[in-house]
């Protein structure tokens, strides 16, 4: 339904107006021909009109004051995202300002700049991966909440898990699905579950074993990623299952946050727990909308 502004509302009353008067007065003079009756038609039409044109006008009014609540809900949900986001990244920038500025200034001092390449060069790495994820954020955050792709979910998640033993050769990554699961899910489900088992790699170290299982039933989808590392730290712990204000508060874990945010739109839910493999199992939960088994 378009937008209901003052212009268009006014349109509608006047075009019912116009139709209502024509048709009715057409009907009465075709079936009322006594002009007593008539008149008595007449005076209860134009009750009938003052009652009907009024439950229109409020009907729409409604239906207008309703897409502006919504639209506000939404402009402040999509604000508190990107004040989250802008504080996170804040913080991350300025410790990694923090780290390049004094290696810069140990290399000057000791006169030796190898030591310190590796580091800065880590730093400014993660500096285009803030970059990335920031530009991520302008599309997860204008999503929608029913926003959804139909796609096979056990392909997708198989082809990820491929790229990435291809880039980590010495980790071992099994997945454990269905050979096909073809459903509804959050546009932004990829990314998730990339940044999901990233993250298990990472942390577990360059031999990491990490085990990537995808449930379903007919009314949830689940991707769980699990690893033999040492656990998450707090800092991305935080940006999991803390409130808003720990995250804004202790959160390094941007991508996790980011994960976090596709979920809880998609009405779902990011849960962390022990893994069976002695470091950490992070899940990610999401309702079905195809109702699919």
Same mark, same amino acid.
């Given at each position: 339904?378009? #937008?209901?502004?003052? %212009?268009?509302?006014?349109?509608?009353? /006047?075009?019912?107006?116009?139709?209502?008067?024509?048709?009715?007065?057409?009907?009465?003079?075709?079936?009322?021909?006594?002009?007593?009756?008539?008149?008595?038609?007449?005076?209860?039409?134009?009750?009938?009109?003052?009652?009907?044109?009024?439950?229109?006008?409020?009907?729409?009014?409604? @239906?207008?004051?309703?897409? *502006? %609540?919504?639209?506000?809900?939404?402009?402040? *949900?999509?604000?508190?995202?990107?004040?989250?986001? &802008?504080?996170?990244?804040?913080?991350?920038?300025?410790? +990694?300002?923090?780290?390049?500025?004094?290696?810069? =200034?140990?290399? @000057?001092?000791?006169?030796?700049?190898? $030591?310190?390449?590796?580091?800065? =060069?880590?730093?400014?790495? %993660?500096?285009? !991966?803030?970059?990335?994820?920031?530009? /991520?954020?302008?599309? +997860?955050?204008?999503?929608?909440?029913? *926003?959804?792709?139909?796609?096979?979910?056990?392909?997708?998640?198989?082809?990820?898990?491929?790229?990435?033993?291809?880039?980590?050769?010495?980790?071992?990554?099994?997945?454990?699905?269905?050979?096909?699961? !073809?459903? /509804?899910?959050?546009?932004?489900?990829?990314?998730?579950?990339?940044?999901?088992?990233?993250?298990? +790699?990472? &942390?577990?170290?360059?031999?990491?074993?990490?085990?990537?299982?995808?449930?379903?039933?007919?009314?949830?989808?689940?991707? !769980?990623?699990?690893?033999?590392?040492?656990?998450?730290?707090?800092?991305? %712990?935080?940006?999991? #299952?803390?409130?808003?204000?720990?995250?804004?508060? &202790?959160? =390094?874990?941007?991508?996790?946050?980011?994960? @976090?945010?596709?979920?809880?739109?998609?009405?779902?839910? /990011?849960?962390?727990?022990?893994?069976?493999?002695?470091?950490?199992?992070?899940?990610?939960?999401? $309702?079905?909308?195809?109702?699919?088994?």
């Amino acid at each position: 339904m378009p #937008e209901l502004t003052p %212009r268009r509302i006014a349109g509608v009353y /006047l075009t019912f107006g116009v139709l209502w008067i024509l048709f009715s007065d057409m009907v009465v003079y075709a079936f009322v021909s006594d002009p007593e009756t008539r008149f008595r038609v007449e005076a209860a039409k134009g009750g009938l009109f003052v009652v009907v044109s009024g439950a229109l006008v409020y009907w729409l009014s409604a @239906r207008a004051q309703q897409r *502006q %609540r919504e639209t506000a809900e939404r402009l402040r *949900q999509q604000t508190r995202e990107l004040s989250i986001f &802008h504080r996170i990244v804040r913080h991350n920038l300025r410790n +990694i300002a923090t780290v390049i500025g004094g290696r810069t =200034e140990a290399a @000057r001092e000791a006169g030796e700049v190898e $030591p310190h390449l590796t580091v800065v =060069e880590r730093k400014a790495d %993660r500096l285009a !991966t803030l970059a990335e994820k920031a530009s /991520l954020l302008r599309g +997860i955050s204008a999503q929608s909440a029913g *926003q959804r792709v139909e796609q096979d979910l056990a392909k997708a998640i198989a082809e990820i898990c491929s790229q990435y033993q291809s880039a980590y050769p010495d980790a071992s990554i099994e997945f454990d699905s269905p050979e096909h699961m !073809t459903t /509804l899910v959050p546009a932004r489900m990829g990314f998730a579950v990339s940044e999901l088992l990233e993250n298990a +790699i990472v &942390h577990g170290g360059p031999d990491a074993t990490v085990v990537v299982s995808l449930r379903a039933d007919s009314e949830t989808v689940k991707v !769980t990623v699990e690893d033999d590392g040492p656990g998450l730290p707090d800092g991305e %712990r935080t940006a999991v #299952e803390g409130d808003v204000e720990d995250v804004l508060t &202790h959160s =390094e874990g941007v991508g996790l946050w980011l994960v @976090r945010l596709v979920v809880e739109k998609a009405d779902g839910q /990011l849960s962390v727990a022990s893994s069976s493999l002695g470091g950490v199992a992070v899940t990610l939960s999401v $309702p079905r909308a195809d109702g699919g088994s």
